[in-house]
């Protein structure tokens, strides 16, 4: 029974850490970054400067709202991908306007997910821009960590690639990641549920005597997509490196 007690307890916090504290971890930095990023440039620019530097971003960042939404059966009665303010209390950059049933399980627990969905929608579309402009970039990065940057994609043929590849990652990092207070308000309950169904997944592979193979199967999910959001951090910091510089000058 100890050695089932340990196993149990080492499976339940190696798969709570690796699927839900990490990737919160990252998502809260690269909300963090991005606003951060943002409010440089509403700073210098005024918030049309956020369009027109994070266009994109704003973009995908709705648009993954509305799918997650639809597909969690939340009823839309409004959305608009990227919207020009009109100053005083207009100073939305695009929204997705949804109502759901308080009652239904299915539908609270969505609210994790749309509240995420920006997030993992950028990060998709950066991973989906880099294969096509730089593939080279995406064989680099899965050799993590014996890592070195391809040196090829500078070569004349494919220099444009790797700057417009810079400017989408840009955008999408500046207007994308940053998650609302209602975003991160609408993770609550869910979070609660994904965490116990992680629980109570890894306590049945303890039982069942697959523990070791739970593990190997979160590990190869979880290396992915906290890779992937690694990455998008790493696109962001840079992003907001080159707007500091930008508005100080």
Request: net charge positive; charged share 10%; hydrophobic share 55%.
């Amino acid at each position: 029974m100890d050695n089932l007690g340990q196993t149990l307890l080492h499976t339940n916090l190696t798969a709570l850490f690796e699927m839900i504290a990490v990737p919160f971890f990252l998502i809260l930095a690269l909300k963090r970054v991005s606003h951060g990023c943002k409010q440089l440039i509403a700073n210098r620019y005024g918030i049309r400067g956020q369009l027109f530097f994070g266009w994109l971003g704003i973009v995908i960042h709705e648009f993954s709202h509305l799918v997650i939404a639809v597909l969690f059966g939340h009823h839309i009665t409004g959305f608009k991908l990227l919207h020009v303010p009109r100053g005083g209390d207009d100073n939305q950059l695009g929204y997705v306007n949804h109502t759901f049933n308080q009652k239904n399980g299915y539908q609270r627990t969505g609210n994790l997910f749309i509240g995420i969905a920006p997030v993992l929608g950028c990060a998709i579309s950066l991973i989906l821009f880099t294969k096509l402009l730089a593939p080279e970039l995406i064989t680099s990065l899965s050799r993590l960590p014996d890592w070195h940057f391809p040196t090829a994609i500078l070569a004349l043929a494919s220099i444009w690639k790797f700057i417009l590849l810079i400017l989408i990652a840009s955008s999408i990092s500046i207007g994308g990641f940053d998650l609302s207070h209602a975003d991160l308000s609408n993770i609550k309950f869910g979070l609660l549920v994904v965490a116990i169904l992680v629980v109570v997944s890894a306590s049945f592979a303890t039982v069942l005597g697959v523990a070791v193979n739970y593990l190997n199967w979160v590990h190869s999910i979880c290396i992915i997509v906290n890779g992937v959001l690694t990455l998008s951090l790493v696109v962001t910091v840079l992003s907001n490196g080159v707007i500091r510089l930008i508005t100080d000058h």
